[in-house]
């Protein structure tokens, strides 16, 4: 095999906890009925309805996209729009898979450290129920967002009572929901439906899942058409057991936050190795698992010789060093020594 030793660029880049393998290799035993008609799929939705209600209704999908573009498409027809962050993994990085697959519009807020502001959705609340405007349904943030900063649960319930007062809906998309949570000393429901959010794109995958989100809608009602959806979006696992076993065994014994809490102190650990170096800023507080720093080109490209991470702006020299539930202490000391090294040669 020819694998790297550690890479900062994603955590989607580490593997799959061993608690997580051996739940999958254990549904792997025997036969079950497909499309989650299955012991596994549900005992991996009372997992969910454990943490978050008895009520909500649960629906898995293959991936992140997927689970953002089910949880759009359930809430929003394509005369309406999704007022989002500019930055937003929706808007930047999804390749238009929600206007392609609902038609809808997206409307790009302006952020602040990753942030929208109720003023800014409130910008948008105008010609409602005019014709020929598209009509404002969803607003969906990030948590953390894009630059690895956290909205405070005050910041969230202030944002979902405003939706509600006017007649929208609140979207998190939580691909790493469990660092939030976390970095919040927050249970994982305090932190999303207590606060007033509708939906959740619930993801694992970067926190030690091999793959497979959910999508929790915690106002059922809006779910009727929702497994249609799921399935003409191509969304419907066959052998979904493997799906349920996983999310089982991730919030089996706090695993979730486990995982979470070690890749939270890694990055930590990372920024106080380094924030002393000269030549280096660092636009963002270190709030989650993730480390955002602006340094010469040329220091870029030499660390990247030795160590994978992604350069998230080519204009600003901003790079982003993501650090997982795997990462190691040596792993980290390792790149800081490495960082510090080269910038004294430039």
Not at 46 to 69: C, M, R, S, Y
Not at 98 to 120: F, Y
Not at 166 to 180: C, E, Q, T, Y
Request: with cysteine.
């Amino acid at each position: 095999m020819n694998l790297m030793k550690h890479s900062f660029a994603s955590d989607n880049n580490s593997g799959i906890h061993p608690n997580i393998l051996k739940a999958i290799e254990e549904a792997n035993e025997g036969h079950c009925f497909a499309y989650g008609s299955d012991p596994l799929t549900e005992r991996g939705k009372q997992a969910l309805k454990n943490v978050f209600g008895d009520d909500i209704e649960t629906f898995f999908v293959f991936n992140g996209t997927g689970a953002n573009v089910l949880a759009v498409k359930s809430l929003v027809r394509s005369w309406q729009s999704v007022l989002c962050a500019e930055t937003s993994h929706l808007n930047e990085d999804e390749c238009g898979a929600a206007e392609m697959a609902v038609g809808c519009k997206l409307i790009p807020l302006p952020v602040t450290n990753g942030k929208i502001s109720i003023e800014s959705i409130a910008a948008h609340l105008t010609w409602l129920d005019d014709e020929h405007r598209s009509q404002p349904r969803l607003v969906s943030i990030t948590q953390p967002t894009e630059f690895g900063t956290l909205y405070t649960p005050e910041e969230i319930k202030a944002i979902a009572d405003f939706c509600h007062q006017h007649h929208l809906l609140l979207h998190i998309d939580g691909a790493r929901i469990a660092n939030a949570a976390t970095a919040l000393s927050l249970s994982l429901r305090a932190c999303t439906r207590d606060l007033g959010v509708d939906v959740l794109s619930f993801g694992g995958t970067k926190n030690g899942m091999l793959m497979g989100e959910a999508v929790l809608f915690f106002q059922p009602n809006l779910t009727s058409e929702t497994k249609y959806f799921r399935k003409q979006n191509m969304q419907l696992f066959s052998k979904m057991r493997f799906v349920g076993a996983q999310f089982e065994s991730y919030l089996q014994h706090n695993l979730w936050h486990q995982n979470a809490s070690h890749a939270n102190r890694m990055a930590a650990l990372l920024f106080e190795q380094i924030c002393d170096i000269e030549g280096i800023q660092f636009p963002f507080p270190v709030q989650a698992n993730a480390v955002f720093a602006i340094l010469p080109l040329p220091a870029i490209e030499v660390l990247q010789e030795r160590f994978p991470f992604y350069v998230f702006n080519e204009s600003t020299n901003l790079v982003r060093w993501m650090c997982s539930y795997n990462t190691t202490e040596a792993d980290v000391l390792d790149f800081a020594a490495t960082i510090r090294q080269t910038m004294l040669k430039f």
